[in-house]
């Protein structure tokens, strides 16, 4: 387990560095778009590659390479039958990848029609977003063997590289809207060619850090049993491991058909959601499936339950504060980090009000990562697909009958209640197939960090009120302060409360330290 955490913080620390760049990148993203015409076009055009970004980097191809990887390197007695599996997963992939990047360009109008079909009656946005799609799309390519080669690392136990490359994206972006911005038709056509930019350095860096156990070759790739039973396993994966980003996908389609802004709302709410998620979620998942997958062979039982009961004992102990605080400090946060140049007012209310509603499902969101790798630990990703078909169709009901009354934050309350809905299949299956006993300890700390995350709560709502009454009539830097001052505050009574409750101890941080 020490090993593992250790690995979770390598990740979580490099991936919390890539966030802080990405709230820079947001920022200056809403000072020169705002909630415009130009602005939904570009987030409906980046929403495809940033789908399998985020699936494919995050879940998915992790989900399908590393266990039969694993397999390879443990079964095999020198390192020529993995340097082979990695060169023939490498050389189909680039092969798939370049000819999808092919097909989307040349259909890309089609795809904008699906994506986004209320642009159907408003032809600049959709030949906007038509634009930005073509120039955006060959990112698909690089960022699929960044995957790939990240994939490779883990199962080496090298993180740090994977974790860093979403940093080189997010500057690339801000970089874009300096340099680019004067010299093309607008912010949009440069934050594009910022996202093409930002894949090829994020490829540099993975080919780089690969280099220190293969030197992967592109070649005609032979098809054996391991590379069909990858396949078999990443196909399902995608969506399995998907699910959120596939109800984020849904969320754009029916908000298109809202007034010009909303999508840009669900995209700024969004990204602030994503980061807990990331931090703690995401790198989670990232660090115990390749720990776990390797427990599972090994035929270990007692180290299979240590971690996952302690992975979703964490998960809790971080999600539970982080979402009353993302709902109840929604509009200040919104209000600081967005509202000047062209996103207004109108704009802080409504993504405010979207956030509020993604909050609600982080914890959901954070424990699917948990859940999910024990399925694809075990090489089973069809049954995450199965829940995830359901859960879609769930939340494309629950959004079209909520949109009616809540417009975008309608959206965002039937992703999270979807993400719930997730979240209890995904356990009752696994506890049905003996996959997962939830012991003593999870279910006393659960209880305990509740009403630590309650009254941290409490404390929080009337600070806001208290401190943010009117926000609009203070400085910038009288807010940034306000909000670091409340935020200082509740982490005290939280990290207070969980000590007084015992969830943790401190001879355990100590032992921890020590070694």
Known sequence: MQALFRSFFTVSFYTLFSRILGFVRDIFIAKYLGSTVIADAFFVAFRIPNFFRRVLAEGAYSAALIPVFSGVVIDSKDDHEAADFVENTMSLLLFVTILLTIIFFFGMPYIIQILAPGFSSNQEAFDL???????????????????????????????????????????????????????????????????????????????????????????????????????????????????????????????????????????????????????????????????????????????????????????????????IGLYILSKPIIFILFERGAFLSEDTFYTAQVLSMFALGLPAYILIKVLITCYFSREDTKTPLYISIAIVLLNILLSILLIQSMREMGIALATSISAWFNVFLLYFILKYRNYIALDSRLMTNSMKIIIGSAIMGLVCYFLNISMFNQMENHSLMANIMALLLIIIVCKIIYVGMIFMLKVLKISEIREYIQK
């Open 129 to 323: 977003a038509v634009h930005f799609g073509k120039i955006i799309f060959p990112y698909l390519i690089f960022i699929s063997l960044v995957a790939h080669f990240t994939s490779i690392m883990n199962v080496h136990g090298r993180f740090a590289a994977g974790s860093l490359a979403p940093s080189i994206l997010n500057i690339s972006f801000i970089l874009s809207l300096f340099i680019l911005t004067p010299q093309l038709p607008s912010a949009g056509h440069a934050l594009s060619y910022g996202v093409l930019i930002g894949g090829l350095f994020q490829f540099i860096l993975m080919y780089k850090a690969v280099l220190n156990f293969y030197r992967p070759r592109i070649k005609l790739p032979k098809i054996n049993d391991r590379l069909k039973k990858f396949f078999s396993l990443f196909g399902p994966g995608v969506i399995g491991s998907g699910v959120i980003q596939l109800n984020i996908i849904v969320g754009t389609i029916i908000a298109s058909f809202l007034p010009i802004g909303a999508i840009s709302h669900i995209y700024y709410a969004d990204r602030l959601n994503q980061l807990p998620l990331a931090i703690f979620g995401i790198a989670m998942g990232i660090v115990l499936l390749p720990s776990l997958s390797k427990a599972i062979k090994e035929n270990s039982s007692a180290k299979i339950h240590t971690m996952q009961n302690r992975s979703l004992d964490f998960c809790l102990l971080i999600s539970f504060p982080s979402a």
